[in-house]
């Protein structure tokens, strides 16, 4: 490895913080992207099933001049301003001392839900949210195929948070490193299942049906229940109750059940300040290549959402959160007791 090589800090670059060992990923090219969101305000379910200044709504056409075909239910396409980009850039700096960045490649795509500019997930059939379920699974296990992909996040960012558009959507981005959050889950099932030579999420599931007082939802084959360690006041975590490591170990059954539990649970967080709930959640699994490690990866879906008390009061990440350790008001036990009493109205 060279030091001093020619860099293009244009192009998409992770960055390495040795003070926190970390990395941070830098992609200055996004810049150029349109912004539909507006400002940081939450959006109000919209009336109208079509948008004609929406890309995402079928039969209108996107900034790269394509058109969206007339689609009937789930629609994927490549992010007109990719955050990430394909092309092989081998640029790297390592100096001897502590700096150090790297190009990345990777695939941005956007998977929209449904034709209908004003649906949520909460509102969709089940049946119609297990095609949105099928699409991930079948967008993971293609973009794995990729040589240098190793990891592929599906997330979604609604009600206005870092969301460019309301259109009910989610984004795939299928990047060639592994992403810190998933090395620390990767390390943290390890550990656990070393020492007990158990897998620590099929534990968790079996001590909270017992306890039952974090649990907010559950079907035949998952769990939703407020973390313990809940960060974020409403903060979830949905489980398949069976151990799963890859979302291509779930079947049809076990499909259609997430997509029960899915829509439960946005429809809860709908209903508890009456607004579309600003929030974003991700799916985390065993990263390809990772083949000895299947027996303690539990995959999971992680739901962060942002209000803390009422539509208008949104909890920020500041202060000492920022600089020490995250914080909270409400116990994670208040937090499912509260989700609780609002699903079982919904039911
Ligand atoms: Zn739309
Ligand atoms: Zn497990
Ligand atoms: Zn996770």
Known sequence: MEYGRTFNFNKPHLRYNPLKEEY????????????????????????????????????NKRANGKINPAYKNVYIFDNDYPALLSENTEDYIEDPKWKEAKNVRGFCRVLCYTPLHNETMGKMKIEDIKLVVDAWQEQINELESVDFIKYVQIFENRGGVGNSNPHPHCQIWAVD???????????????????????????????????????????????????????????????????????????????????????????????????????????????????????????????????????????????????????????????AKKLKEIIENIK
């Open 24 to 59: 941070v990923l830098v992609c200055a090219n996004r810049l150029k992207r349109p912004w539909q969101g507006g400002d940081e305000k939450l959006l109000d379910r919209s009336e109208a099933t079509y948008d004609k200044n929406c890309y995402m709504c079928p039969t």
């Open 177 to 335: 490193f592994i992403p810190d959050d998933l090395t620390k889950e990767t390390n943290g099932q390890k550990k656990y299942f070393t020492n007990n030579k158990r897998c620590l999420l099929c534990d968790i599931v079996k001590d909270e049906l017992i306890e039952i007082e974090r649990i907010v939802f559950e079907n035949e084959s998952w769990l939703i229940l407020v973390p313990f360690w809940a960060v974020w006041p409403y903060e979830t975590i949905v489980i398949p109750k069976q151990h799963i490591s890859h979302l291509s170990g779930a079947d049809n059954k076990s499909k259609l059940d997430l997509s029960e539990a899915l829509k439960m649970l946005i429809s809860t967080y709908d209903a508890l300040f009456d607004v579309i709930m600003p929030l974003s959640f991700g799916i985390h699994y065993v990263p390809k290549g990772y083949d000895g490690m299947h027996e303690s990866w539990h995959l999971h879906i992680h739901f962060n959402p942002l209000l803390l008390r009422s539509k208008s009061v949104r909890k920020f990440m500041a202060g000492f959160e920022m600089f020490a350790v995250p914080q909270r008001d409400i116990t994670a036990e208040d937090a």
